[in-house]
């Protein structure tokens, strides 16, 4: 710190030439910002126009197709975060999920779900989702299980 010191302060010319930098490195930022900005508002405009073609040509509603793209863009989000846990992590966060789940594989959750018919008038997608949660629910269930199964075969080596 001596070194930097000038009489009773910082030495003032490397104040300045420290302070020059800085604002010669934040203004090169804010042009490469500007500039990236740029670039995006042409993505924009794009995404606006395929987003008024599909309301003109196709009838698509909107505010419900941007939802869509919303709700796609999260669940890869939410997959992603999944995909990065490793193995022990991947197992607990699926149980934790499972624990937290819409009750589909007890007795009262399965009244609660709707039953298929022709009058069923859920989405395809809502169908999809339904028939993955299940799927994924007998693997939890398998998994649990087979855990419980190691539990009770560690247990009865013990004794």
Same mark, same amino acid.
């Given at each position: %710190?001596?070194?930097?010191?000038?009489?009773?302060? $910082? &030495? $003032?010319?490397?104040?300045? !030439?420290?302070?020059?930098?800085? /604002?010669?490195?934040?203004?090169? @930022?804010?042009?490469?910002?500007?500039?990236?900005?740029?670039?995006? #508002?042409?993505?924009?405009?794009?995404? @606006?126009?395929?987003?008024?073609?599909?309301?003109?040509?196709?009838? =698509?509603?909107?505010?419900? =197709?941007?939802?869509?793209?919303? *709700?796609? *863009? %999260?669940?890869?989000? =939410?997959?992603?975060?999944?995909?990065?846990? /490793?193995?022990? !992590?991947?197992?607990?966060?699926?149980?934790?999920?499972?624990?937290?789940?819409?009750?589909?594989?007890?007795?009262?959750?399965?009244?609660?779900?709707?039953?298929?018919? /022709?009058?069923?008038?859920?989405? $395809? +997608?809502?169908?999809?989702? !339904? @028939?993955?949660?299940?799927?994924?629910?007998? +693997? =939890?269930?398998?998994?649990?299980?087979? &855990?419980?199964?190691?539990? *009770?075969?560690?247990? #009865? @080596?013990?004794?």
């Amino acid at each position: %710190m001596a070194a930097a010191q000038h009489g009773n302060g $910082p &030495n $003032p010319e490397r104040t300045k !030439e420290a302070v020059n930098r800085i /604002e010669a490195i934040a203004a090169k @930022k804010d042009a490469a910002h500007m500039d990236y900005m740029r670039q995006c #508002s042409v993505f924009a405009e794009e995404t @606006k126009a395929v987003y008024d073609e599909a309301k003109k040509a196709w009838g =698509l509603n909107k505010r419900a =197709l941007k939802a869509v793209i919303k *709700t796609r *863009t %999260m669940e890869r989000k =939410l997959e992603d975060l999944r995909e990065s846990l /490793e193995g022990e !992590e991947q197992d607990s966060y699926d149980q934790i999920r499972h624990a937290l789940g819409d009750l589909a594989d007890t007795p009262l959750g399965q009244a609660a779900l709707p039953i298929e018919s /022709e009058d069923d008038v859920r989405s $395809p +997608a809502q169908k999809r989702r !339904e @028939k993955e949660r299940k799927t994924r629910d007998s +693997a =939890l269930d398998a998994v649990s299980t087979e &855990n419980a199964a190691r539990i *009770t075969a560690g247990i #009865s @080596k013990l004794n």
